[in-house]
């Protein structure tokens, strides 16, 4: 018999409960020549795009080969006011006493700045970095650019 491409919805119900042993060596066969597919088509290889919440627990890599962004985050809502942190990336250093971004080039020729940010509206009105500290004492420092 021919192997056979299923859908994810298909194996999860083909899956779904086996107590009357009707899970067969094909089914099994199926299962395997459907899982490359099922990877593929998850984005593992090439672009991936990601609805939803994603956790994930040990190093993420990106290597970009190509001249487009390696990572492109679109924000269509803002958070609540009452998210700690809010906007498209929120960095969590609480744990670590190094560093939480560092950008590093080895470029011996860039031919752009190293780090840019833009605003494509005119009625852009907020400062475009925000730097606070608090200190022990309860007080704060706030540099604008």
Do not use: C, Y
Request: aromatic share 2%; proline share 3%; net charge negative.
């Amino acid at each position: 018999m021919v192997d056979t491409v299923r859908t994810e919805a298909e194996l999860l119900s083909l899956f779904a409960d086996n107590s009357t042993g009707a899970i067969s060596p094909q089914d099994l066969r199926d299962f395997v020549v459907s899982i490359g597919a099922l990877i593929s088509e998850k984005g593992v290889t090439g672009d991936v795009a990601i609805t939803g919440d994603v956790s994930v627990t040990g190093k993420v890599s990106i290597t970009q080969n190509a001249s487009d962004n390696a990572l492109d985050i679109t924000q269509n809502a803002s958070p609540p006011a009452t998210l700690s942190g809010g906007g498209a990336i929120h960095v969590d250093n609480s744990g670590s006493t190094r560093e939480a971004i560092i950008v590093q080039s080895s470029q011996a020729a860039p031919a752009g700045s190293f780090v840019r940010l833009d605003t494509s509206d005119s009625g852009f009105n907020v400062p475009m970095i925000l730097i606070t500290r608090h200190e022990d004492s309860g007080s704060r420092e706030e540099i604008e650019i």
